[in-house]
């Protein structure tokens, strides 16, 4: 029986340094930090509606090393949703995201298409680019995801960001809904939704 839960469980992948921790804190707590310390796995939790009921998006801070194989893999079967950050100032960061979306396709052993995936390409404030958004569309359509730029230091399209791989989640209707307020947006599109959700 596949386990029933109100949790929607989003886990959050890339090499260290790449902004994972940065990005996950500034959606939760609205805070950035400027020193980097380095995370083994850390879960945060947002409450969010999901089927008009409200439920938790329990976030997974995974580590940047390939020290733990066994809680990547533990956190890739448990996972709902992925968001794959590489840093655009780093291409090895890019590259080093390619195992990683491999595992996830082995371990879901699904059309991963049907999978809400979300490539990110972080530190966008940055002046100095190595990777330039055309490739990280290119990856996005070559991994059939979908692609955003951030920055958690500016807070650009973190929430955004967040709210997108909710909207990718077919199976059930998720949103971010803080304090019971939604967007212009999210209210437009709840108008235009259909009633019933096919489970």
């Given at each position: 029986m596949p386990e029933q839960?109100?949790?929607?469980?989003?886990?959050?992948?890339?090499?260290?340094?790449?902004?994972?921790?940065?990005?996950?804190l500034r959606f939760i707590k609205g805070t950035f930090r400027e020193t980097y310390i380095p995370t083994i796995e850390d879960t945060y939790r947002q409450v969010i509606s999901c089927d008009k009921?409200?439920?938790?998006?329990?976030?997974?801070?995974?580590?940047?090393?390939?020290?733990?194989?066994?809680?990547q893999r533990l956190s890739i079967s448990r996972g709902h949703a992925f968001i794959l950050v590489y840093?655009?100032?780093?291409?090895?960061?890019?590259?080093?995201?390619?195992?990683?979306?491999?595992?996830?396709?082995?371990?879901?052993?699904?059309d991963v298409q049907?999978?809400?995936?979300?490539?990110?390409?972080?530190?966008t404030d940055e002046t100095h680019r190595e990777v330039q958004t055309?490739?990280?569309?290119?990856?996005?359509?070559?991994?059939k995801c979908s692609f955003m730029e951030t920055s958690a230091k500016t807070n650009y399209n973190v929430q955004e960001l967040f709210q997108e791989l909710?909207?990718?989640?077919?199976?059930?209707?998720?949103?971010?809904?803080?304090?019971g307020k939604k967007s212009k947006a999210m209210r437009a599109k709840d108008r235009l939704k259909g009633k019933c959700a096919i489970m």
């Open positions: 839960s109100n949790d929607y469980r989003v886990v959050v992948f890339g090499a260290a340094g790449v902004g994972k921790s940065s990005l996950v009921n409200i439920c938790t998006l329990q976030i997974t801070d995974t580590t940047g090393s390939h020290q733990f194989p066994a809680m840093s655009v100032i780093s291409r090895q960061s890019m590259e080093e995201l390619q195992p990683i979306y491999e595992q996830i396709c082995q371990i879901k052993g699904i049907g999978m809400p995936v979300m490539l990110v390409g972080n530190k055309s490739e990280g569309e290119g990856l996005a359509a070559r991994w909710l909207n990718l989640e077919k199976r059930r209707v998720v949103s971010l809904q803080v304090d």
